[in-house]
């Protein structure tokens, strides 16, 4: 038995929202995508399942609801129920491209001391 993923976060949320399943990243096999809410700022977080393959992943993704309504809404409120109109996610599949390793050289920088008052004052008067 192998985790699909794991996530753990000291950050308190405001609350928490599940994306579309249509939102996922199919060539990374993400089967869950959310969004977190916090004080500040909104955090994505994304739940995949390792696989070795990078074809299209039937067994993690089945058809699914897609955008369309199955009905107006002047049906539901008569009390029709119809089932969602489902769609492939292999459509919305896209390898990703092998890309070629080019190492490069590292440039070396520069650390500068922190600035004292006397220098920030200079700064400040020169502009």
Known sequence: IHYVSDYKSSTPQLG???RPKTSCDIGAC?????????KNHLEPIHFTVPRK???FQDDIFP???GPDPAMSA????GGANKNPIKVSLEGGFVAKPKTEFKPI???????????TVVEYKNEVDAL
């Open 74 to 77: 002047s049906e539901w409120f």
């Open 53 to 55: 393959s990078e074809l």
């Open 16 to 18: 928490m929202t599940m």
């Open 63 to 65: 058809d699914t609801a």
């Open 30 to 38: 993400e089967v869950v995508s959310m969004v977190k809410a916090c």
């Open 105 to 115: 050289a590292v440039k070396e920088v520069k650390v500068e001391k922190p600035k």
